[in-house]
């Protein structure tokens, strides 16, 4: 078990409102990352951090943001969420960030939007 | 860009029987690689990494894969399947040693253990 915690675990949401999920870690990592899985992509970084209000944008950024406020906190954000949003996000942690130390995931979020 | 293949996106193998996945990477420098597993309803779980200490890396549940740089392949492999295999399985690969590169994965391929 890595640490990692990811709230709400599903949700279902309408077209246009708002949506925020959060990743919470009790394991101190300083990366942080959020992967939407969709069948046929595999994974896709959205954003990580790399440290408390360190953020950079990942491959399929467009239409979210996010927020890390806390070492322990990584919020991300639908402005208005979309059908082509719906997806599994995933939350995922690592030591350094780089070369081969891995990443750690969550249990993901499942998000429909109709 | 760095990317991974990973050929088959379903696999079907008897209980028993060999199982073979495939990954090869697009790299002009030796990369880090990783398998993950994930069984549903759950997230990715690391099953081994490459280190470059040594081209075949054990991992868990009985599962290696071998890195050929000259086929810049790093195929996962396992003797003989049990029912439990059943999942879905991701390469991935970063080429860089600096923090904050990119782990980029693979489509996934989805292995189905029949009795």
């Known amino acids: 078990d890595a640490g990692i915690t990811q709230s709400p675990r599903h949700k279902v949401t309408e077209t246009g409102t708002p949506v925020t999920l959060r990743c919470h870690q009790t394991?101190?990592?300083?990366?942080m990352y959020w992967y939407r899985q969709d069948p046929g992509h595999g994974l896709r970084l959205i954003h990580y951090s790399y440290g408390v209000k360190d953020t950079d944008k990942g491959e399929v950024s467009d239409g979210y943001s996010v927020s890390r406020s806390k070492t322990e906190d990584f919020l991300l954000t639908l402005e208005s969420a979309t059908s082509s949003q719906t997806s599994v996000y995933f939350c995922?942690?690592?030591?350094?960030?780089?070369?081969?130390?891995?990443?750690?995931f969550g249990n993901g979020t499942r998000l429909t939007v109709t | 860009a760095q990317s991974v293949t990973q050929l088959g996106s379903h696999v079907s193998v008897s209980e028993g029987a060999l199982v073979l996945l495939r990954c090869n990477y697009s790299s002009s420098v030796p990369p880090y690689l990783f398998w993950y597993v994930q069984y549903p309803n759950q997230g990715l779980q690391l099953l081994l990494k490459?280190?470059?200490?040594?081209?075949l890396v054990k991992g868990i549940n009985g599962f290696e894969a071998e890195f050929k740089k000259s086929e810049t392949s790093f195929h996962l492999t396992k003797p003989s399947a049990h029912m439990s295999d059943a999942a879905e399985y991701f390469c991935?690969?970063?080429?860089?040693?600096?923090?904050?590169?990119?782990?980029?994965f693979g489509e996934g391929t989805q292995l189905t253990v029949n009795p």
């Open positions: 394991e101190n990592h300083r990366y």
């Open positions: 490459y280190t470059s200490a040594a081209t």
């Open positions: 991935a690969v970063r080429k860089e040693e600096t923090s904050g590169s990119r782990l980029t």
């Open positions: 995922a942690i690592s030591v350094t960030g780089g070369g081969n130390s891995p990443l750690h």
